[in-house]
């Protein structure tokens, strides 16, 4: 069994500012990593993955997410933020059968002017 | 090519009534995954399901809840005699393979009255 921990619920931050929300993950199994973002009322985009190579993900809207095997660790960065970017980031984990999702609580990330 | 459909967008039902979500997948995509959002949580799996098959109901409740993807038509996940407790974001995903990018559709919120 898997689990994900995004360790911030709310992350505030001012427009143009780097941000950085944190995901941790548990699982005996390799996993695969995925980032999504719900706009309000909407449904799930995703944002970038980790299925193997290279442990620097680069996705879309200038986010990116580095994963570290030893920390079992997914953190997601943004050099500069918008106004656009206030959303409901989530962390998902999947083993690498893949037929389901575990996804983190969740980190509303709020880019105030 | 259109996104994952899903209908209603919203739906009330009063406790006891009947709730039948539906989801049409993308084209060419034979997974159906739904998922259930309670409010101020992250998203929690249902169920799995290929055409004609259930291959992963382990997140489904016991009772009242059931799921079908049949050889023609949209995906139905059912709730019977619904309580306020089902009140909830329904969000249904697929993908074309297994082990490929889900893609999610905007969500049915069902309030129970």
């Known amino acids: 069994a898997q689990s994900v921990t995004q360790l911030d619920s709310q992350v505030p931050v001012f427009e143009e500012a780097p941000v950085e929300l944190r995901c941790n993950y548990s699982?005996?199994?390799?996993?695969?990593l995925f980032w999504y973002v719900q706009y309000p009322n909407q449904g799930l985009q995703l944002l970038l993955k980790y299925l193997s190579g290279s442990t620097l993900v680069k996705g879309i809207n200038g986010f990116e997410a580095e994963f570290n095997k030893s920390q079992t660790s997914f953190h997601l960065r943004k050099p500069s933020v918008h106004i656009s970017d206030t959303a409901e980031y989530f962390c998902a984990v999947t083993n690498t059968s893949g037929s389901r999702l575990t996804f983190g609580e969740g980190t509303q990330l709020t880019v105030n002017p | 090519n259109a996104g994952v459909m899903q209908n209603p967008r919203h739906l009330v039902r009063r406790r006891g009534q009947e709730a039948r979500l539906r989801c049409s997948p993308m084209?060419?995509?034979?997974?159906v995954y739904w998922y259930r959002q309670l409010p101020e949580e992250g998203l929690k799996f249902m169920v799995y399901?290929?055409?004609?098959?259930?291959?992963?109901e382990s997140g489904m409740p016991k009772e009242r809840f059931s799921a079908e993807f049949p050889k023609e038509g949209p995906s139905i996940l059912r709730i019977q005699q619904v309580v306020r407790g089902d009140s909830a974001a329904y969000f249904c995903?697929?993908?074309?393979?297994?082990?490929?990018?889900?893609?999610f559709g905007q969500g049915t919120r069902l309030t129970v009255v």
């Open positions: 399901l290929q055409k004609e098959n259930i291959i992963d």
């Open positions: 995903a697929s993908s074309r393979l297994l082990n490929t990018e889900a893609f």
């Open positions: 699982s005996s199994v390799s996993v695969y």
């Open positions: 084209k060419g995509h034979s997974h």
